[in-house]
């Protein structure tokens, strides 16, 4: 059964030394309780982007929360390169696994599918295959004689995501992200932020359901208002350019984003 819990308590979910699944700016990023997840100090975490990231996985390997890095990419969009991560790359601090947006997703819907792995075209020929000793290239058992990559599962520990609602029995509105849902089919865990509970059910009819997230496939719920920003939460709020921008400016040097990291959670403390 889904629970409703502080935000502090969802956040408490979240162990050092766990693999945790994001998704892209813009698709429900939950920005509060990266902060609060931050607060708590964990450490380690093996962080896995669904397919790419931005701001919310800058902040976690700016401030040393991140042992290894699955992705397709991290930038901050029109506000210019992500710099903890270009900085963290350069150094060495963590381990970066480079990957492809559709590799990322079969990984996961091997996950969903209880299969240790899945088939994948488009990569032959690519120097990924150079530095993923795990991606394997196999003559297809069907069909035309073919070369084919096979990548493995991903099956997150947690998967972390913010949405507009969810109603008191647990489902969540994701609405077209189905991504969203993908995520929770694939993780261990699923812990989503919401801007609201609403007393409606929103599997209640036919157009309502269709774009809901199942109670069933969400471990825990917590209220977080604004609980995206500075990124966009479609229908609810536009992302923050300006305070992108600033932070874009400010986490170029390791003291500009120790400044920027200090009043970012002192504003999430006050929204909360």
Partial sequence: MTEIVALEALVARVTSGQSLAVPVDGAGVAMAATAA????????????????SGLQ???LIGAGAVASLETSAVSLGEAGAAPRFTAGVKSGAFALRDSTCPAIYAGLLAAQKGVPFMPIAGIIGSDLLEVRPDWQVIDSPVGEARKVVVVPAISPDVALFHAPEADRAGNVRIGRHRELAGLAYAAKRTLVTVERIVDRNLLET????AGVLP??????IAVATRGAWPLALWDEYPADEAEIARYAAMARSEDGFRAYLSGFLTHRKQVA
């Fill in 37 to 52: 997840l931050l607060e708590s100090g964990v450490r380690d975490l093996k962080l896995i982007c669904v397919p790419i």
């Fill in 57 to 59: 996985a800058d902040l």
């Fill in 206 to 209: 036919e157009d309502s359901a």
């Fill in 215 to 220: 109670s069933l496939y969400v471990d825990t």
